[in-house]
């Protein structure tokens, strides 16, 4: 299981950004899959989460109405589109796959993903 993760950045407060979440070595079918963030000095967070099985969704509440996560089977990624950026958005973001059935924590808690990409850098500037 392999996931890579693209799209980050420089922008400036206000701006988009899409982040992509490319999967190999396993198809969504059975899995959740999950963009979470770490700002420096920070905890990881849930930020948006997607269930492939029955295709709920999760947002953290500070991202509601702003980032939109979206899934492509066919390509095998998940998209995070993320519109009108804040500097509190600035972190590097990861994206993570678990089994749908091992959500032990929730859909948007980090302890319940296995595979994790590496991250990548969104700086937003004010």
């Known amino acids: 299981v392999q996931l890579q993760a693209s799209g980050g950045g420089l922008v400036q407060a206000g701006e988009s950004l899409r982040l992509s979440c490319t999967a190999s070595?396993?198809?969504?079918?059975?899995?959740?899959i999950g963009w979470f963030r770490q700002a420096p000095g920070k905890e990881r967070e849930g930020v948006s989460c997607i269930s492939s099985s029955d295709g709920r969704t999760y947002y953290a509440d500070s991202v509601k109405g702003r980032f939109t996560i979206s899934s492509d089977s066919a390509k095998n990624t998940v998209y995070l589109q993320m519109n009108i950026l804040k500097p509190d958005d600035t972190a590097v973001y990861f994206c993570?796959?678990?089994?749908?059935?091992?959500?032990?924590?929730?859909?948007?808690?980090?302890?319940?993903?296995?595979?994790w990409g590496q991250g990548t850098l969104v700086t937003v500037s004010s």
């Open positions: 070595g396993f198809t969504f079918d059975d899995y959740a």
């Open positions: 993570a796959a678990t089994r749908t059935w091992g959500l032990e924590y929730g859909l948007g808690h980090p302890s319940s993903y296995n595979f």
